[in-house]
């Protein structure tokens, strides 16, 4: 019962972040989009991954910050404080650790490039390749099980994705068409080269909270990946941004806030940053508790819910490749079907396996892990013990050699410890006398 009452529990927190990840994933793509209709900067000035850099760095830095400062703030820091000194001692994170900033930088440079040539709905189409993707990453890197409900809702989804891929390439599969306009080759390369960037992230930062000795946070991922981001995105902005500055900052600048109010290109951009600071956090809460796959089907559900307010926000006559088709709408529905068919059956997977083994079976693994800790702590302490034993010994011996060796020496010495005030006098008076005669 207890066991029931808390994988419900479980459940009931994750589906809370998938939501809170859909909404806040929902307003940054949105408030993205706007700042690329802005145009305040030139496309090739990459400044929206710069803008998620910058708020995944201040986000960590923020909430570190508040954690220290609050009333629980001495627990965690004693806690952040006992975890670091022990990834001091081991020297370095684990090599995953590094590979991750590297991940998300290809993803999300090669997403938003993606989202400028092909336009909002059809990108996020293309990303929910991400889902068999971590779903085979899951199989072979993790060695991941999962049931037949989870794969029927995973299915679902993948039937979602190929009816839109339908209409992309349209009826007789033989060439890229819209009902609109010819797909670019070049979108669609780098949709599919970030679906398996984004996928392998997942899977990694799955690792990194499950798998290893001394996980890291959220925010030190989230630092990590923005610090390299960061750095990344000043060193392009150096050498590439600056000598073009003319055309891409100067000229689209002045005439973007000709045309636009500036409270609104600064709402926009705040928004922007916020958006993706929440959103990342419940990324890392998703992750934690139901793994990548938990994390892709997340994102899937948010794209569909992009596509729909995409249309609703951008579409127009100008505009023909933000707007939703009929098939796009079948699409979104057996997406979101899928997505929700997989968060019921793994809570289903989730119960069975925790009612299945009876409390007598569940104990001892339980209680294995515990004497494993106690037993490596006893005998931590009878090495302590002995080593101390033959020290003294040692000393003991080595003593009892040198008194045996040189007894009047050790009598000496015995006398100087024992006697030092008659010793002291004997001095003084020996001293006095010769004064007193001299």
């Known amino acids: 019962m207890a066991s029931t009452k808390a994988t419900t529990t479980n459940t009931t927190s994750v589906l809370l972040f998938v939501a809170l990840h859909v909404s806040f994933g929902i307003s940054y793509f949105l408030t993205a989009q706007k700042i690329m209709n ?46 670091q000194t022990r990834r ?13 900033p590297v991940s998300e930088f290809v993803g999300l440079t090669l997403a938003i490039r993606a989202m400028e040539i092909c336009g909002g709905p059809l990108y996020q189409t293309l990303a929910g390749m991400q889902i068999p993707m971590t779903v085979l990453f ?94 990344a995105f000043a060193a392009y902005t150096l050498f590439v941004t600056v000598p073009n500055k003319e055309d891409w ?10 045309a636009n109010a ?9 928004a922007n940053a916020c958006a993706r600071a929440m959103m990342a956090k419940c990324m890392m809460k998703i992750v934690r508790s139901s793994g ?25 006559v100008n505009a023909k490749k933000q ?41 001892p693994a339980k209680t294995k892990l515990s004497a494993a800790t106690n037993s490596e702590r006893t005998t931590t302490a009878q090495k302590n013990h002995s080593q101390t034993a033959v020290n003294k010994k040692l000393r003991s011996s080595e003593r009892k050699r040198e008194s045996e060796r040189d007894f009047p020496s050790s009598a000496r010495r015995y006398l100087e410890e ?20 001299a």
């Not at 990194?208 to 001394?214: E, P, Q, R, V, Y």
């Not at 024992?418 to 005669?437: I, S």
């Open 38 to 83: 802005f145009q305040l900067l030139d496309k090739n000035t990459m400044q929206v991954p710069g803008l998620v850099y910058l708020a995944d760095v201040l986000s960590a830095m923020i909430t570190k910050k508040l954690a220290s400062g609050s009333n629980g703030g001495k627990t965690a820091t004693m806690e952040t404080r006992r975890k």
């Open 88 to 100: 001091n001692e081991e020297k370095r994170y684990p090599w995953q650790f590094y590979v991750l």
């Open 138 to 231: 899951s199989s072979v890197l993790l060695k991941k099980k999962y049931t037949v409900g989870q794969l029927l809702g995973v299915s679902v989804v993948i039937c979602g994705l190929a009816v839109k891929a339908s209409e992309v390439l349209g009826a007789d599969g033989n060439q890229l068409k819209t009902t609109t306009t010819s797909i670019p080759i070049l979108g669609v390369l780098c949709a599919f080269v970030s679906g398996i960037s984004y996928s392998m992230r997942g899977i990694l930062m799955e690792y990194l909270s499950k798998s290893t000795k001394n996980p890291p946070s959220g925010d030190e991922m989230s630092f990590a990946m923005g610090t390299f981001g960061l750095a």
């Open 249 to 258: 900052v100067l000229k689209p600048m002045k005439k973007s806030l000709a």
């Open 262 to 270: 500036v409270s609104s290109i600064v709402f926009f951009y705040v």
């Open 292 to 316: 990548a796959t938990a994390l892709s089907l997340s994102n899937a559900m948010r794209s569909v819910g992009v596509i729909v307010f995409t249309h609703a926000a951008f579409c127009s």
């Open 323 to 363: 707007c939703l088709s009929q098939t796009g709408a079948i699409s979104a529905a057996l997406v979101v079907s899928g997505g929700l068919t997989y968060a019921y059956q793994t809570s289903i997977a989730n119960s069975n396996s925790g009612s299945s083994a009876p409390s007598s079976k569940r104990a």
């Open 418 to 437: 024992q006697d030092y005030y008659v010793l002291e006098h004997f001095r003084k008076f020996k001293n006095t006398q010769r004064v007193k005669y």
